[in-house]
């Protein structure tokens, strides 16, 4: 039966009773048809749709179904790093694709400035210690004054800079180009100089997408170069860091400690060499996923296909070819 | 035999060698007698002395010793908190006592905001599933928005204030008086009030000196009356809190988790019930202590020893009545 509405297809996770749908699609019910879908009807799904909302936002089945996309203009993605759904002939085609920028930058920055104040404070000393009825004194270290490398200068970078220097903490941040005058970061270094000045840095925090610059960014060169007793802290994604190389230089320093919250392989393979060490805090990718996050990405997305109903275009626009939403 | 100069003992903590000694004594020998003593020997070391130094900031000797103190006219405590040291027959001399205040402000401060983070985030749950190789994704809390409530509007909880609404939190005090215009608070509380307004915070912080009027300002009645799943964090005195009530609000609510520093008795006896949960993080008396904190604390007495060897008033000056540095 045809439509005269547009066509928005929801790609939801399987759920306990069927498709686990956003709130508030039936808001949209006047204006749209919608279809809510899981993975494997995704295919069916597409054909003839308008708009691809990727509610299950780890998904890659959308290149799997990209045959029955015969009508497609947008996908919106519900989540900050698009890396797991991008694809060539996605890539290549005039389909537009948004992400959800904006709504983990401060969650995450929080995360951030957490595991740093947490590591100067020894956090994860006093609790081993408590567990084990051990009362010790130690000394611990200040946070102001000490030095953050950031890496990746997107929205979350810039609002982990902004948290750390209100804390007193020294920021500068690898990108894309070097320069000296960033309104957040002030100094930027190059990413292809990262061991030359990763030494600096006593907590060094990936914030980078995942592309094909960033993909083991953080390896054996990088992880040798870093200051005595280091910091590493990952949000970014697991495959910018080589995490054998990581779990070496933690055993063998100069790595002291390492904050992880996203992994190559995830959930984190139970056999991983990460699992169990003092000298690793690690959550599984959850640093963004404060109370209220799924509403909110929710009504993002809600948001940006009104604007695209009423024929505005939609905001936060991926840069398909570089994997991210560019600083405008 | 006589000497010319001032006197002044130094009390230290007995050492691996002797007496463990301040650095930097020798910069004042030109201008003073100085004797190191330890506990045992205060007696000998106070007689005649102008000036103690109270090193061993921990221990109560100085009343044992006080019938000594003949010529005694200022002690110098290098300790934010005094309650230990004061005595009656103190309390009614003539002789000034001075603290430490401002050396442990902002380290401490670091401590609590790195405190309410990670209990935001869960930190201590994530490093419990680390241990048992538990990958399990959580919601957790944005920090932004949240409320602290600080008890104590000393030095250390206006450093508190600051750094906590630094990075977004809302704060308001509990102090001695009321009042609704405080610079660094906005609003204070009465501390006899506390029951009936604990209840608006998600983190309850105790930054007060211990007097009379805090021992056991926190018990069962205020224990009860804190919001669902609040946070207690004490970095204060350890007998503020009533241990028995907070083990009891832990287990049958409504508290949700505490972090605490200091404890009734310390070290922590082997037998406490604090030891081994899953929802406290305790430390050893060390919120304070970043590295350079003995230096700092030596420091500031030889600047202080300097200014009262000139003649001038030292500064830092407890009330010995109420137990802390007013407020100028």
């Not at 920055?109 to 595991?115: D, F």
């Not at 960033?182 to 006593?202: K, M, N, Q, W, Y």
């Not at 948001?303 to 994997?323: F, H, I, S």
Request: proline share 4%; net charge negative; charged share 25%.
């Amino acid at each position: 039966m045809a439509s005269s509405l547009p066509v928005v297809t929801v790609l939801c996770p399987a759920g306990v009773d069927g498709a686990d749908a956003p709130a508030g699609l039936d808001t949209l019910r006047d204006r749209a048809e919608i279809r809510t879908v899981v993975a494997e009807d995704l295919a069916d799904g597409l054909r003839g749709a308008d708009v691809l909302f990727l509610w299950d936002f780890f998904s890659s089945a959308v290149s799997d179904a990209w045959h029955a996309a015969d009508a497609l203009r947008w996908i919106h993605v519900a989540a900050a790093g698009v890396d797991k759904m991008l694809f060539d002939e996605l890539i290549a085609s005039e389909v537009v694709v948004t992400n959800a920028q904006g709504i983990f930058d401060r969650p995450i920055a929080e995360y951030v400035l957490g595991a740093v104040v947490a590591r100067a404070k020894d956090f994860a000393g006093s609790l081993s210690r408590q567990r084990d009825g051990v009362w010790e004194h130690r000394e611990t270290r200040q946070v102001r004054g000490s030095i953050a490398l950031v890496i990746g200068t997107g929205a979350i970078g810039r609002e982990i800079a902004t948290l750390l220097r209100a804390v007193g903490v020294e920021v500068f941040a690898a990108g894309r180009t070097a320069r000296d005058d960033d309104p957040d970061f002030g100094t930027v270094i190059a990413s292809e100089d990262l061991a030359a000045h990763v030494g600096r840095a006593d907590h060094v925090i990936n914030a980078a997408p995942l592309t094909p610059q960033t993909r083991g960014l953080i390896g054996a060169e990088v992880l040798a170069a870093v200051a005595d007793g280091a910091h590493l802290i990952n949000i970014g994604r697991g495959e910018s860091v080589d995490e054998a190389a990581l779990v070496e230089a933690l055993d063998s320093g100069p790595l002291g400690f390492a904050t992880l919250d996203v992994f190559a392989a995830e959930p984190l393979p139970a056999d991983a060499p990460l699992w169990g060490r003092e000298d690793v805090l690690l959550s599984a990718h959850m640093s963004g996923d404060v109370v209220g996050w799924r509403e909110a990405l929710a009504e993002q997305f809600l948001d940006n296909a009104r604007r695209w109903l009423d024929g505005e275009p939609p905001v936060n626009v991926v840069d398909k070819e570089r994997g991210y939403v560019p600083r405008t």
